[in-house]
């Protein structure tokens, strides 16, 4: 069945640096993959979709590259500051032909002054 | 702005009882899910629904059903709440059209079985 991992391991790096998140998927290739920012009690809130013929997208500090060969997604805070401390988490589609997703369990980011 | 709002943020029930929960979108979309989320296993569909009066099981839909009688909401029916059904319910909509897709959410509720 599909599986989404990401590093349950809390992320901590200091403010101005750049953080770097994965995202792995086995057993299936998805047309697209969405990332979404999710903060303590709150529910997620969408930041970026890439698809499978783009290598990257970017958005103003954000950006998303998606590399089919290796089933994997990496997401790139750039200069990162304290406001960016929250948990992100992965979402590939499900199917080809299906708006559902498959939501990873997330990575917490603390970025610290 | 799109948003998406649940009837309650918290809630306590009682092993046993039906326990309803609304999602209530006001962007005319066509999909709504619901979701679990519980620490270490992360966001679980329970139920989508991609029309009215339709709807299609997700991951973990024992013990649950649901309702979408009109466009804008989406109801969560536990038949029997049980304590292993506590945790925080995410409600969210999208559309089928457009390139994004995204998901928009509510703040969640977060239920307690006792």
């Known amino acids: 069945s599909q599986k989404i991992e990401q590093n349950s391991e809390a992320l901590n790096i200091q403010e101005g640096k750049t953080a770097t998140l994965t995202c792995n998927y086995t057993n299936y290739s998805p047309a697209y993959l969405q990332w979404y920012r999710q903060d303590p009690g709150r529910g997620p809130v969408f930041l970026l979709l890439?698809?499978?013929?783009?290598k990257e997208k970017r958005k103003e500090r954000l950006k998303v590259t998606f590399d089919t060969t290796l089933k994997q997604s990496l997401f790139h805070i750039t200069a990162s500051q304290p406001a960016d401390s929250a948990t992100y988490l992965c979402?590939?589609?499900?199917?080809?032909?299906?708006?559902?997703?498959?939501f990873g369990t997330g990575t917490r980011l603390q970025v610290f002054p | 702005d799109v948003k998406v709002t649940q009837s309650s943020r918290y809630l306590v029930k009682r092993t046993g009882e039906k326990v309803f929960l609304e999602c209530v979108q006001d962007m005319d979309h066509e999909n709504m899910f619901w979701y679990r989320q519980d620490p270490g296993l992360g966001l679980r569909l329970i139920y989508f629904s991609y029309d009215v009066k339709m709807k299609e099981k997700g991951d973990i839909p024992e013990g649950y059903s649901v309702s979408r009688e009109k466009k804008e909401r989406f109801s969560l029916i536990l038949e029997s709440a049980s304590t292993n059904q506590t945790s925080m319910y995410l409600c969210?909509?999208?559309?089928?059209?457009?390139?994004?897709?995204?998901?928009?959410f509510g703040p969640g509720t977060r239920l307690t079985v006792t």
């Open positions: 890439i698809r499978e013929n783009e």
């Open positions: 969210a909509s999208s559309t089928t059209s457009g390139g994004a897709r995204e998901q928009y």
């Open positions: 979402a590939p589609v499900a199917s080809y032909n299906t708006d559902k997703l498959i």
